[in-house]
């Protein structure tokens, strides 16, 4: 089994700033800390784009600061709140593909994880696979034919069923469905961007979106307005087995919040240990 990490959306600003009453940095510090503390063993952790909210110099140092502390294997990419040029700037040893786009594959053994970039420089909402993109991509699945095949890219490809979104996925989409449509061993698809968490299948391929560690924007099925909801920062852990491909939603987890723990028992009936003193007692009344 592998154990991947899909962190996303952290939209990172500099020392001292928020986003929409957030701060983006104490946020992405709790999930690395609970990653550190329990999935240690994760084979390889993604963060698929939107690094910084406004793709800023110094919010990418603060980036490369925090990733010190993510004791991980961990793998970045280029959302549409990204510079290209800035990241490359400060992150220099991040692969990239023979014209610059931060794009890369990572393999496991029979899976193969394809990291694609499609921020549009000139278009601040939408994503694009360019011609060069789009043949680089299809490059890498002709020599992974006897692989598994997992993508992660920001833009979602197709519609999630939520009309606010509608105008800001990936554009252009033909050559990429050809792609998944004529590579039978792509088996799922991850992105973030909507800062919605939903999954599901498209024809044969599941997909997930994370909505990420920063703000939260409420389900919602209308087209006119959104709303941003300050909730837990979160990730998804997906593993892939020989039995399919699983989805774990998840979020940090803070020590002192844990207030009981449950074990298995002969009887079967378990036992619980209360860990909190106030807790017990309400639970009591
Ligand atoms: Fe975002
Ligand atoms: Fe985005």
Redesign the pocket.
């Known amino acids: 089994m592998r154990k991947i990490i899909h962190i996303t ?1 952290i939209h990172l600003v500099p020392e001292g700033q928020i986003v929409v009453g957030m701060d983006p940095r104490q946020r992405f510090e709790q999930v690395i800390q609970t990653i550190n503390k329990r999935h240690a063993d994760t084979d390889y952790c993604i963060i698929s ?2 690094l910084t909210d406004r793709g800023d110099i110094e919010s990418y140092l603060l980036l490369e600061h925090l990733l010190d502390n993510l004791e991980v294997p961990t793998g970045l990419m280029l ?3 990204d510079n290209r040029a800035h990241f490359r700037t400060v992150l220099s040893g991040i692969p990239v593909d023979g014209a610059g786009f931060v794009q890369n594959v990572v393999d496991f053994g029979d899976l193969r994880i394809i990291l694609l970039d499609t921020l549009d420089d000139e278009n601040a909402g939408t994503g694009i696979l360019c011609k060069h993109r789009l043949a680089w991509f299809s490059a890498r699945l002709a020599e992974a034919t006897s692989k598994r095949i997992c993508v992660f890219m ?1 833009h979602p490809p197709r519609s999630v069923g939520l009309p606010w979104f509608d105008n800001m996925m990936l554009e252009q989409t033909d050559g990429f469905w050809q792609l998944i449509d004529s590579n039978s061993n792509i088996e799922h698809i991850a992105f ?2 909507l800062h919605i968490t939903t999954t599901g299948r498209w024809d044969r391929v599941s997909f997930s979106c994370n909505r990420g560690t920063c703000h939260r924007i409420a389900l919602g099925f209308g087209k006119d307005s959104i709303e941003f909801v300050n909730s837990e920062p979160t990730f998804d852990i997906i593993t892939i087995s020989d039995t399919g491909v699983l989805i774990h939603h998840t979020a940090p987890i803070i020590e002192e919040d844990i207030i009981a723990r449950e074990y298995s028992t002969a009887d079967g009936k378990g036992r619980i240990e209360l860990l909190c003193r106030d807790t017990r007692a309400s639970m009591v009344e």
């Open positions: 959306d784009g939107d959302g549409n709140h920001h973030g961007h």
